[in-house]
């Protein structure tokens, strides 16, 4: 996830509900828990960073799949340039008339700071029951699991009913070669898929150490910057002569800050209000469920406006993050600018919001340009069959739990698939506490070594399940 991404987990205040009824005994962790975490040291001590290479741990990877049997012309490692290659691996079928389903996870991370941390960053450190390092909840720890669980399933003479494609890929964080981008437009034929696993998104959800929730990225909302910009003639700071331009920028960022996009309840975000209404104490509770049976409650909209996440929800926002001007403290300054940066619901369309955004500030003199377009999103309806395995795995390894599909209010590459029709599902099998999940990106990232043997386990049968139908 990159800086404008935020993590896939949604979080919304206390909820009460009873525990899970758990396994009677930890299940039996197979050889991939530890595989995935052999591998995970590899992919911590490669400095990946968001500005650096992914290429020479893409190629070692390849190296441990060509050796474990994979044939040659089924690991590749392309992309962009030279230093930001992603690794794809296709795991061949019986029917290569079914569409594959395609396995997602990013190599590349954000940088980190090694005075700040306890552990070395750059080396995979067991400690206080945690796993240390850079990248072990985004998004190496899920890769790992991933990578471990299609190497396990070739070892034990596993063929899958139709292929199985696993890609790893550069550039999610800094947006700078990103390998999904690239394959979608120039490798097509690699990712195409029935649909998604995208280990960048979901997981499980907890609440005072009890499991409450399976939760699944199905859509996310579009991201889209606009430029702002007000011209003036300048001129010496001793005679103004009216509003200048950062006074008129100001004023018409003031009035769009007040205005507020009308609710629009896509099918993911009423399933998800359905499903979270009864784990929801008090009046946010209630006004879930009623948004759920009726999009056009508009009194239940007002309650969840109130709370940021969930207004956010429900609607598209649009907020100033950048603003500069003038050239001395001195002088009228001849020109300011502004960015604008929204989060847009699915299946809204950009000339509606630009245009929504003039009317708002009510000023011909504020110029607006597009400086990042959307890429339009469909939300991700889940069938059948991946529901149902789903549920059997989850069940299996934690109990019984709700699966909770869920629009994502940041994006992950799985837009540019989602954007190319291919259905995308973010889908991590860890459950940890939210004081680690906040370590991501930050100092000291860590996951609890249980967790992450578990959430490898979870993938290995996943894998195993899906390739089996």
């Known amino acids: 996830m990159s800086l404008r991404h935020v993590c896939g987990t949604v979080l919304l205040g206390a909820v009460l509900v009873a525990p899970s009824h758990l396994p009677s005994q930890s299940p039996p962790m197979a050889p991939s828990a530890a595989l995935a975490r052999e591998l995970l040291a590899e992919m911590v001590a490669a400095r990946t960073l968001d500005t650096g290479n992914t290429t020479p741990l893409a190629e070692s990877l390849a190296r441990r799949f060509r050796s474990a049997g994979f044939p040659t012309a089924d690991v590749m490692v392309v992309g962009a340039g030279p230093s930001n290659r992603n690794l794809v691996v296709r795991f061949r079928g019986r029917d ?10 990013h190599l590349d991370v954000v940088d980190a700071e090694p005075q700040r941390w ?75 898929a029935e649909y998604v696993v995208n280990a960048d998104g979901g997981g499980g959800e907890m609440e005072n150490g009890r499991r409450i929730a399976f939760n699944v990225q199905a859509a996310e909302k579009v991201y889209l910057d606009l430029t702002l910009t007000v011209k003036g003639p300048g001129g010496h700071s001793s005679m103004p002569d009216g509003p200048n331009p950062i006074e008129r920028l100001s004023n018409g960022i003031a009035r769009l800050a007040r205005h507020e ?9 009423r399933s998800y209000l359905a499903q979270r209404a009864p784990m929801t104490p008090g009046e946010l509770g209630r006004a879930m469920a009623a948004l759920g049976r009726n999009p056009q409650d508009f009194t239940a909209a007002r309650t969840l406006s109130a709370t940021a996440t969930t207004n ?14 003038g050239t001395a403290p001195n002088a009228i300054p001849a020109t300011a600018t502004a960015n604008v940066n929204c989060r847009v619901i699915p299946g809204e369309r950009q000339e509606h919001i630009v245009e929504a955004i003039r009317q708002a500030i009510a000023d011909p003199t504020v110029e607006i340009a597009v400086r990042e377009p959307m890429k339009p999103s469909e939300p991700s309806l889940m069938g059948p069959e991946l529901r149902a395995v789903l549920e059997s795995t989850i069940t299996d390894l934690y109990g019984r739990l709700p699966v909770i599909t869920y629009m994502e209010m940041g994006a992950t590459d799985g837009l540019y698939l989602r954007y190319a029709g291919i259905p995308v599902f973010g889908i991590i099998g860890l459950f940890a506490p939210n004081d680690i999940l906040a370590s991501l990106h930050g100092n000291d990232e860590r996951v609890p070594v249980e967790a992450y043997a578990r959430s490898a386990e979870f993938m290995r049968r996943l894998v195993r399940a899906l390739g089996t139908r």
Do not use: H, Y
């Not at 034990?156 to 550039?171: I, K």
């Not at 996009?261 to 975000?269: A, R």
């Not at 956010?312 to 001007?325: H, N």
């Open 96 to 105: 290569s008339t079914r569409a594959p389903i395609l396995f997602l996870a």
């Open 118 to 192: 306890r552990t070395d960053p750059w080396t995979l450190t067991e400690r206080d029951g945690m796993l240390w390092g850079r990248g072990v909840l985004d998004d190496k720890g899920p890769a790992a699991t991933i990578a471990a669980a299609f190497l396990e399933a070739k070892a034990a003479g596993f063929t899958p009913q139709r292929d199985l494609v696993m890609a790893l890929t550069a550039g999610e964080e800094s947006g700078v070669d990103n390998g999904v981008q690239w394959l979608v437009a120039n490798r097509p034929d690699l990712v195409r």
């Open 261 to 269: 996009f009308p609710v629009n309840i896509t099918p993911v975000v």
């Open 312 to 325: 956010a929800l429900i609607r598209t926002t649009c907020i100033t993050t950048l603003m500069s001007g």
